[in-house]
């Protein structure tokens, strides 16, 4: 079972992202305190600790912890926007102290529209430029995305350009946009995406992962917006094979085991009589922000509803 435990270190950016979905509280975590969660983990049953913040490269202490965690034989990775990155003799450094694996977060192929979702000018030469430091220095890198207004159009071809320029990238995560902690400014309202847009694209790139041999995952999308690809749906794989995961925020919500309750967002009236309705989360907030998402009640043979769940026992 793939447990996950993720660690804020701290709550500040050096990115200004308009849908980040963890407001600035200027905390961060102590170096003692970090050592002692890393030790916790060790105790449990789960597969690796994920480094994550605001941004956990403007910790000072991040390396020391990597350092920690693998001394105890504990698996990590960091989750970064590429900024500390993109200084080669940073990434060496992570190198050193035996970071395997970073996933940044590439918004879009296209220039402007990463820099202004970052609201950070010269982030996205600086991500490509990470990018390629940690390749240089062989850690592993994986990419994540948000998808939102501004990129749904283009997923595909976000994910094409990467494969081209930087084959050794195996594995694409995207995160559907989570509105519940995002500011509340009208930009960042308007990032919220159409699915009926974003789906389409969304589809287009998995396809062309999957026939380039790559992998990959989605959140909080229903799965009538992601069909055929539904073993890749972060929740339904929870849900399939009762995953959990610990997520050490730093705020008032502490330590968080998010078990398969916390994988089940809002059903509609068509959920209910929707084949996929007993492996699908359904709606992730749709009562407060995604009001406006109509969703499609599925129609699948028992053939095809054994295959997704095989498909997500046989791929870990
Ligand atoms: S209709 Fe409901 S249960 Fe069925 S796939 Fe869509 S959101 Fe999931």
Redesign the pocket.
Known sequence: MANIWYIQVNRFCNNKCHFCSNPSNWESISFERGKELINDFKGRDYSWIIFTGWEPTLSSDLIEWIRHSNSIWMDCRIISNGMACSDLDYVKRLKLAWLNLIHFSLYSYVEKVHDFLTATPWSYKKLLQAVQNALKSWINVQLNCVINKYNQSHLDKTVKFVVKNFPQINHFVWNNLDPKMMRKTQVAKSTLPDFDVAWKSLVKALSFLESVWKTFRVERL???FMRWFEFASTETRKIVKDEERIVHFLDSREMVRQMWEYWEHD??E??KG?D??GI?A??YEYKEFYNYVE????KLSEEEKLDIISKIREVK
């Open positions: 229903p799965l009538c059903k509609l068509e959920c929707c996929l309705n699908c359904g709606v969703v499609e009640t599925q």
